[in-house]
């Protein structure tokens, strides 16, 4: 791990690596929760499209990122609450415009070559710069406080939307407010996972974590443990292997969640038993 630590590249990659693995699981646990699981992959799709318009414009590819995130985000929850599209078919329309928009763009761009592309895609540990390092940080500080501020009120709603409408909460705000997270976490995420693959670290860890536990508070932090393994221990195999990160970050989440599935099954037949006793 030393020897990793000498090199500026990995340096900065390292510390977007544990912002990541912080940032993706603590809001994957309440998407989850809600049953929305592929909402980051239908915002990772639409996120391509602002990589695309950020090469055609000249402008940086994460801001635009941001912005397209956040609307693509907040017109697929308006769809979802006002329309009669159900949440399935409406993340399919998300998932279809999203990648044929980034497709479009990116064909009508000179800025943007298949290598530059292939880096949002499935992540690159040399595409981590310092103005990449502060976006990150400033979004993932953003969402883990929205995390720790609205924590509990997000859970409700996640729980029983109709309960939280009888509670007196802000439903439409709470609702939007995962979306726009979610889009932020997707930005975070894509210089070190990959946009096809940050859905990924926003459900494995949070899969692997109710295997093991089942308050929502430890689920949530194991999640964050998960994660935080996950993208660090990935990230560091590239380092000797050149593999995409992404690849390797995910791989290793799933053999957590495996781990975590045997641990669990082995736990539970053991109470069972001396249940029975």
């Not at 309440?30 to 639409?46: C, E, K, N, Y």
Request: glycine fraction near 12%; hydrophobic fraction near 60%.
């Amino acid at each position: 791990m030393l020897e990793l630590l000498q090199f500026p590249i990995m340096q900065r990659a390292l510390i977007a690596a544990l912002l990541v693995g912080l940032a993706a699981p603590a809001v994957g646990t309440f998407i989850v929760q809600r049953r929305l699981a592929l909402l980051g992959d239908g915002i990772g799709h639409v996120a391509l499209t602002g990589v695309a318009l950020g090469f055609l414009t000249g402008t940086a590819p994460v801001l635009t990122a941001v912005v397209v995130a956040i609307l693509g985000a907040v017109a697929i929850e308006l769809v979802r609450e006002r329309g009669r599209t159900g949440g399935d078919v409406a993340l399919a329309l998300l998932f279809y415009g999203g990648i044929a928009g980034g497709v479009l763009l990116i064909g009508l761009s000179d800025n943007g070559s298949n290598a530059t592309l292939m880096s949002y895609l499935f992540g690159s540990i040399s595409s981590v710069t310092t103005q990449d390092l502060w976006i990150i940080g400033a979004l993932s500080a953003g969402v883990l406080a929205v995390v720790a501020i609205f924590g509990r009120e997000l859970f409700v709603l996640c729980q029983d939307e109709e309960v939280a409408k009888a509670s007196g909460l802000p439903v439409r705000f709470l609702s939007l407010l995962i979306a726009v997270t979610a889009a932020l976490t997707v930005v975070v995420a894509m210089r070190v996972v990959g946009l096809l693959l940050v859905s990924a670290l926003m459900v494995v860890p949070v899969a692997a974590s109710q295997q093991l536990t089942r308050g929502f508070r430890t689920t949530l932090a194991l999640a964050m443990a998960f994660g935080v393994v996950a993208t660090v221990g990935g990230l560091s195999y590239t380092f000797y292997v050149n593999v995409a990160p992404g690849a390797a970050i995910v791989l290793l989440a799933l053999a957590g969640f495996a781990l975590a599935l045997g641990v669990g099954t082995f736990v539970r037949r053991s109470r069972t038993r001396e249940s029975t006793r």
